[in-house]
Structures are given as C-alpha cells and as structure tokens.
C-alpha cells in the first residue's frame, strides 16, 4: 500500500525495476479519496501525517521528497474517535483529517435513498433487460435493516437480477439464504454421474443468467476461462444444448 500511495524508485524492493509514481503525485493538483481509512497500520498513519503536514511525499527507495498538492477525501465505517481510545488510529492524524467532517446516516435511516439506489442497481445489472422490482419485493428491501450499507443493497440485487426467472425481481429472488446457483432436486440427480450433474448444473446456471458466461461462472464459483473450457469439452462431445452456444 505505501508503494501505491506515495511510489517507488526502480531497485527499491524485489520486483521494482522500474520508478513508479505513487497515487499522491498524480492527484497532485486535484484531490484523492483514501476509503476505509481506519484500516490503514499504524506505520502508513504516520507517513500520511507526514504527507498531510509536510505537502511532500517520500517514494520508497528514494533519497529526496517529492512536492504534491492535493486534497484528500477520507471515508470510514467506523467511529475514528472511538479507535483513538484504543490506541489503534493516531490521533495526531485523526485531527489532521477531520476538519470538515461529514456523517452520512445509515442506510436503514434513508428508505427514500433505497428506492433511488435499487432502480439505479437493477438498471446497471439487468443485461439488456428491462427488470422491474415487483412491489412486495420494493417493500421487503425498505424493511431490511442493511448493516452493510449501500454494498450490502448492491450485492443483494446483482444477485437477484442474476436469478430473476424473468423480467420481474420478486421477494424470493432477494431471499439470500443459500442463494446462488440453481439447486437441484435430489430427483433429478438419481442415476446421474457426477461430470452429469456437472453439466446439468453448468446448463442451470447458464439459463438463470439469460447465458451470460461471466455471471455464471461467477454463480459456479469457478474461472471464466474454466467455463469456455467445459463449454468446448461439451461442444465436442456433441453435448452443447443450441441456446448454450451463443455468450452474451
């Protein structure tokens, strides 16, 4: 991280052979967002106190600072004030950043903001289709508490576009409790091998995602490159379903 920050000389660490410039130097000018800040160790805290005080940064491996001039944006989930106490952020640093600072409600106290959020999020994950949000399904998001945030809501809705049956996300599709790839019926498995139910699964999953192989494979929990292999090794055999054929 302190190489992407504030970059490195060519020779400065195994791998280094060439200079890098650090994510500081080229905000220089403009302003930079440093996400979950609270996360960063102790050792990189001091270096950006420096950076903040200073209006230099230091490349690692280098033997002279380098002038930048740049606003930085720090966002956190946690309470900073609190992590002082503890001893785990500095708090030289913590004053430093906090001039202005900002607090965004959670996102159970913003039901307007999860109508605007959800249209935004199904419209970016509907592939091409036209997907609405069925009401009851708009009423159970409302009523969610979401202690992840906004990314807990984008996760949850790329995962039901992903397995809407149709064009409509109903109430089942949010239901995240074992969700993910198409469950089979113990049925449908009798007598079947195991490189069978491999392709059934495979075959399911394709159908759930309109053939959309990155979603898919994301779903399968294997490799794109895995997926077009298997899909080949099927195609060989003569084994590839007609509206199997064609990756959108």
Do not use: C
Request: aromatic share 4%.
């Amino acid at each position: 991280l302190e190489s992407e920050l504030f970059g490195h000389e060519r020779g400065a660490f195994t791998g280094a052979i060439t200079r890098k410039t650090g994510k500081f130097e080229l905000a220089s000018g403009g302003t930079i967002l440093l996400d979950e800040i609270s996360e960063m160790e102790l050792g990189l805290q001091a270096k950006l106190l420096r950076v903040l005080q200073e209006y230099e940064v230091d490349r690692v491996g280098g033997s002279a600072p380098v002038p930048v001039d740049v606003r930085v944006v720090a966002t956190t989930n946690r309470r900073l004030a609190e992590m002082v106490d503890r001893g785990r952020f500095r708090e030289d640093l913590y004053y430093r950043l906090t001039v202005i600072p900002l607090v965004l409600p959670p996102l159970r106290e913003r039901p307007a903001d999860v109508d605007l959020l959800t249209d935004h999020f199904l419209e970016r994950f509907s592939a091409g289709r036209a997907l609405r949000l069925a009401p009851e399904a708009r009423d159970a998001l409302k009523a969610r508490p979401w202690p992840g945030n906004v990314r807990e809501l984008e996760n949850t809705l790329e995962r039901a576009a992903l397995l809407a049956g149709g064009d409509v996300v109903t109430a089942d599709d949010l239901d995240d409790r074992g969700a993910g790839v198409p469950r089979l019926a113990l049925t449908d498995l009798a007598g079947l091998t195991v490189r069978e139910m491999e392709r059934r699964l495979i075959f399911d999953t394709l159908k759930r995602t309109h053939n959309n192989r990155t979603q898919a494979a994301r779903l399968l929990g294997i490799s794109i490159r895995t997926l077009r292999n298997k899909l080949a090794e099927y195609r060989q055999r003569g084994e590839l379903p007609a509206d199997a054929s064609a990756e959108s």
